[in-house]
């Protein structure tokens, strides 16, 4: 975890939008509070939320990829931590490559709210809880609206000067 350089957005006016977030139920403990975090910032963006959960962490694509469908973007929210085997890098490499084939596929933003990690001490430092140093199930949400509003303003700004469909 690097810790530092984040913009510290600590909400973004999204009123109008949705965003969906799918969350892994492995290593509940942290997903649960990630998911409640990501919930409790896109209230605090006006945004509307549609939940859905999955297995693990393989399993996010897929659902994120619906949900990109159905919303104006999407978080994925999950806990991989490195074992003695391959599986992590697998793991890991799938999931960022699913998750950023959905965001250009879609053309809707897809937030990487997996965190991929050396030890579970480094995920309870990373999840939101009480003393963690980061939040990523609110900074991944707040940040995807802020993106999809960015996304919004183009697009309204290419109908207005005529390039747009």
Same mark, same amino acid.
């Given at each position: ?11 973004? &006016? ?12 492995? #290593?509940?403990?942290?997903?649960? #509070?990630?998911?409640?975090? &990501? ?5 605090? /963006? !006006?945004?509307? *939320?549609? *939940? ?11 659902? &994120? ?12 929210? !999950? ?7 391959? #599986?992590?890098?697998?793991? /890991? +490499? ?17 937030? #990487?709210? *997996? ?28 940040? *995807? ?6 996304? +919004? ?10 390039? !747009?469909?």
């Amino acid at each position: 975890m690097a810790g530092f350089g984040e913009p510290g957005i600590d909400a973004v &006016a999204a009123t109008g939008l949705t965003v969906g977030v799918v969350a892994a139920r492995w #290593h509940g403990e942290l997903t649960d #509070h990630m998911l409640d975090r &990501a919930v409790a910032a896109a209230e605090a /963006c !006006g945004a509307g *939320v549609t *939940v859905a959960r999955v297995a693990g962490s393989v399993e996010l694509p897929v659902v &994120a990829q619906a949900l990109a469908r159905r919303c104006d973007a999407v978080v994925a929210l !999950g806990v991989v931590v490195r074992g003695s085997t391959a #599986h992590f890098d697998y793991v /890991c +490499r799938s999931v960022t490559d699913g998750l950023t084939r959905i965001a250009l596929d879609e053309g809707k933003p897809v937030g #990487h709210g *997996v965190l991929t990690v050396e030890t579970i001490e480094q995920a309870r430092d990373r999840a939101g809880l009480p003393g963690s140093a980061e939040d990523k199930g609110w900074a991944a949400t707040v940040a *995807v609206l802020d993106a999809a509003l960015a996304v +919004r303003d183009l697009a309204g700004a290419t109908a207005r000067v005529g390039f !747009g469909v």
